[in-house]
């Protein structure tokens, strides 16, 4: 899977691929629903092999513009680019499926695999499983800030920028919004004195040399639902008011406001609001809530809970699908006879909440944005925040890496095991670029040996 992405820059195609029809993109959508591994540099990073290097569906410029916005919105930033990239090509319908999918083969599997915790949890094979899995992620996400970082970091000044977003974030504990809002003051002002540092995807120069002209390309016009209109945004922000009252509204009207369902849907309302950052950003909002506040789960499901949204594809704020279910399953909402029906809703219903806000923002926003993408004063802002974001995502690998090495804390004895599985599978993605998949299911196999090993 590998191989055509870094064949492309040794053979640059002269002309642009053929067009790509609807049924083209579900299938390549629906793939990547089940792929998505190493949360969401993994993502991004395995969207920018497979669209702008191999089959060159968008341009660098234009796929790095669109992340930029997506970026500096709440939410989950690798599917909301799929939404992007799928709106801009096939219109709404494009959208709707390409983030959909992005998310349905997640909630899936997560229904499944908290069934499976809930009832098998403690069973030895699950846990040597799981053992191999997490410092295989570890691996991933350092490997996938490397990519993103490489691409993102064309200048000195952004180097600077990324540096000082690692640093706030880890020794100063500043607050990931903050660090967005002072980013993107330093390109706004930085646009404005140096816009040739600030430039989108400073190499895509030498991108369009490596993997050849795309359909989407740099000089590409906006196709003609991407363009701006007062009554298409209105329409969009009804049609979005209306898909979050109505089941608002139902749940209210049959369960009462204080039931656990109506709950889940307000409380994951406001958290999507506040996924700046990614699902770390979030989580302690979401800890507090669903543990402290309502008690859908206790701690150590909450944490086993994030370990399963780390080990499968899809976003890892899908973690809230993992506790929508324990909490609709302990609660017996609807009776002792129906635990895994009332697990499974409230996963949907808490999926539903959680990501709608992300399409009204995408195909609300996506006009405006995609009649900046040669402005300056836009994309400069932008691209200051894309190199904040390269800090957190160290940060989020270094939170990881600690957890997974250290379970104890530093007090604690070094996982001297985790740490060679970590190794072997940074060796594999890095030097021998092996695939995503291969790499998890070699190190689970390696996990569960050691656990069966040592005991």
């Known amino acids: 899977m590998n191989s055509p992405a870094s064949s492309s820059p040794a053979a640059p195609a002269s002309s642009a691929p053929e067009p790509v029809t609807f049924w083209q993109a579900f ?101 040597g499983l799981f053992y191999g899995i997490k410092p295989a992620v570890t691996a991933i996400v350092v490997q996938a800030a490397h990519r993103i970082g490489s691409r993102a970091l064309k200048h000195s000044a952004l180097w600077a920028i990324a540096a000082a977003s ?44 490596s993997y050849g002209p795309a359909l989407i390309d740099d000089t590409t016009p906006t196709p003609g639902h991407a363009t701006f209109s007062w009554m298409r945004l209105v329409r969009v922000l009804v049609a979005g008011a209306l898909l979050w009252a109505v089941p608002m509204g139902l749940l209210v009207a049959l369960c009462g406001w204080g039931h656990a369902f109506t709950q889940m849907g307000w409380f994951f309302t406001k958290a999507a609001l506040l996924t700046f950052g990614g699902a770390y ?57 129906a635990m895994f029906l009332a697990g499974a809703v ?33 994309t400069a802002p932008l691209t200051a925040i894309t190199a904040a974001v390269v800090g957190v995502i160290l940060n989020l690998a270094l939170f990881f890496g600690y957890h997974v090495l250290w379970q104890r804390g530093f007090a604690g004895a070094f996982d001297g095991v985790s740490a060679l599985i970590a190794l072997g599978a940074a060796v594999a993605l890095f030097r021998y670029k092996r695939n995503v998949i291969h790499v998890i299911a070699a190190c689970a196999l390696l996990g569960l040996a050691a656990r069966t090993w040592v005991g």
């Open 27 to 127: 299938a390549f959508w629906l793939k990547l629903g089940f792929i998505s591994f190493g949360g969401p540099a993994g993502q991004i990073a395995i969207m920018h092999s497979e669209l702008v290097e191999r089959r060159r569906w968008i341009s660098e410029k234009r796929f790095l513009h669109a992340l930029n916005y997506c970026m500096v919105l709440p939410g989950p930033e690798a599917q909301q680019l799929a939404t992007y990239i799928g709106w801009l090509m096939h219109r709404t319908w494009g959208g709707i499926v390409a983030g959909g999918l992005f998310v349905l083969p997640s909630l899936l599997i997560l229904i499944a695999l908290s069934w499976v915790y809930i009832a098998f949890g403690t069973v030895p094979v699950v846990a």
């Open 166 to 209: 690692f640093v706030a974030i880890f020794a100063l504990n500043v607050p990931f919004p903050l660090i967005v809002a002072v980013a993107a003051l330093v390109g706004y002002f930085g646009g404005r004195v140096v816009p040739q540092v600030f430039a989108v995807g400073g190499g895509h120069g030498a991108a369009k040399q």
């Open 281 to 337: 950003a979030v989580l302690p909002y979401v800890y507090q809530g669903a543990v402290a506040h309502y008690g859908w789960l206790t701690p150590t499901q909450m944490i086993d809970g994030l370990a399963l949204g780390e080990t499968t594809p899809g976003p890892l704020i899908m973690v809230v699908a993992f506790v929508g279910f324990v909490g609709g399953y302990v609660k017996a909402v609807f009776g002792p006879d």
């Open 346 to 378: 409230a996963a949907s219903l808490v999926t539903w909440f959680t990501f709608l806000p992300s399409f009204v923002f995408i195909l609300a926003g996506g006009p405006l944005v995609e009649r900046t993408h040669n402005d300056i004063q836009f």
